[in-house]
């Protein structure tokens, strides 16, 4: 059974400051790396995807993969309030239709 | 560009009634997804569709759920008998293909309570 961990929070961190949210899978083989945010009581959306080693950039947040590590994290710098939602961090495997792994995500909460 | 549509958007039923739920995808989505979303949990993937072809349906209990995709457009996702477990939410995504999963678009999801 492919696994994806997240430490499920909350994660508090005060507005301004840089939150950074962690994840860790099990399958070797993923090929693909996902970000989701979803807000209380609504559907989750894509913030960021990344396929490669090393960093990927998008306005305030930023991914990191380490494959070697097994290790995905998603860094949101100058957080606001408006940040506050759980995260949650997705894999696809190197399938031909690429099945997507959810983990239980972590909620962040960004203080005034 | 209109986005994933579901209904209903809640459901309240008694344990061994039947259930169903319709998505209609984006218009062109080749690729349709039925999650299972419970409390405090991630989104756990119930059966793919690519058209109306079924490419994986191994966490789908069979015994009870059923989905199908009727000309490889609307889908509805059935439970038979319903039991106190299945309370969640059952979100319906869609994207352009099988191999962009980065394109998956969420429906807003019905929430299903068993009582």
């Known amino acids: 059974q492919k696994e994806v961990e997240q430490n499920s929070g909350p994660l508090s961190v005060p507005e301004g400051a840089i939150a950074s949210l962690n994840c860790t899978y099990s399958?070797?083989?993923?090929?693909?790396f996902f970000w989701y945010r979803q807000y209380s009581g609504k559907s989750p959306e894509l913030i960021m995807f990344?396929?490669?080693?090393g960093d990927k950039e998008d306005g305030r947040f930023t991914a990191q993969l380490n494959k070697a590590s097994q290790y995905v994290s998603l860094l949101i710098r100058d957080s606001q309030p408006s940040d506050s939602a759980t995260y949650l961090c997705a894999v696809a495997d190197s399938g031909g239709y690429q099945k997507v792994t959810f983990g239980t995500g972590t909620k962040l909460q960004v203080i005034p | 560009e209109a986005g994933v549509a579901q209904s209903p958007r809640y459901k309240i039923i008694e344990k061994r009634q039947s259930v169903a739920f319709w998505c209609n995808p984006i218009s062109g989505h080749a690729t349709l997804y039925w999650y299972q979303q419970i409390l405090g949990q991630g989104p756990k993937l119930l059966i793919q569709?690519?058209?109306?072809?079924?490419?994986?349906d191994s966490q789908l209990p069979k015994d009870r759920f059923s989905a199908e995709r009727l000309k490889g457009v609307d889908s509805t996702l059935k439970i038979q008998p319903a039991k106190l477990e299945d309370s969640a939410v059952y979100l319906c995504?869609?994207?352009?293909?099988?191999?962009?999963?980065?394109?998956?678009?969420f429906g807003p999801g019905t929430r299903l309570t068993v009582t």
């Open positions: 990344i396929y490669s080693n």
């Open positions: 569709f690519q058209n109306n072809g079924v490419v994986d």
């Open positions: 399958d070797q083989g993923s090929q693909s």
């Open positions: 995504a869609s994207s352009l293909s099988r191999d962009r999963p980065y394109e998956q678009y």
